[in-house]
């Protein structure tokens, strides 16, 4: 059974950082393209970065480029999402997700969702 469990969220000021970090099992992250994704109050969940099982290629949403990067340690099965310069826009819950087949920035590609971690950041 696959299990994937974020952690590392919190509530930050603007302009600070945080490191999300998604622990899987019973799967490998190497294996499969994982992706986070995040989902403010009232709005959908939205793509925000994925890192392919191939060559480690990375994509991202344009409000997220030079702000976040998507790594993995595949000895600790672990991905990160290193956010840096925080904005209050960036306040959402964020998911991680194991990308099955479709296109990378599509919610409806992705299975096993972790159960997401808070990320609050105030003016």
């Known amino acids: 059974q696959v299990q994937l469990v974020e952690s590392g969220g919190g509530l930050v000021q603007a302009g600070a950082s945080l490191r999300l970090s998604c622990a899987a099992s019973?799967?490998?992250?190497?294996?499969?393209?994982m992706g986070w994704f995040r989902q403010a109050p009232g709005k959908e969940r939205e793509f925000v970065a994925l890192?392919?099982?191939?060559?480690?290629?990375?994509y991202y949403t344009d409000s997220v480029k030079g702000r976040f990067t998507i790594s993995r340690d595949n000895t600790k099965n672990t991905m990160y999402l290193q956010m840096n310069s925080l904005k209050p826009e960036d306040t959402a819950v964020y998911y991680c997700?194991?990308?099955?087949?479709?296109?990378?920035?599509?919610?409806?590609?992705?299975?096993?969702w972790g159960q997401g971690t808070q990320v609050t950041v105030s003016p």
């Open positions: 997700a194991a990308h099955y087949a479709g296109p990378y920035t599509a919610r409806e590609s992705f299975r096993s």
């Open positions: 019973g799967l490998t992250v190497s294996s499969s393209a």
């Open positions: 890192i392919t099982e191939f060559d480690d290629s990375t």
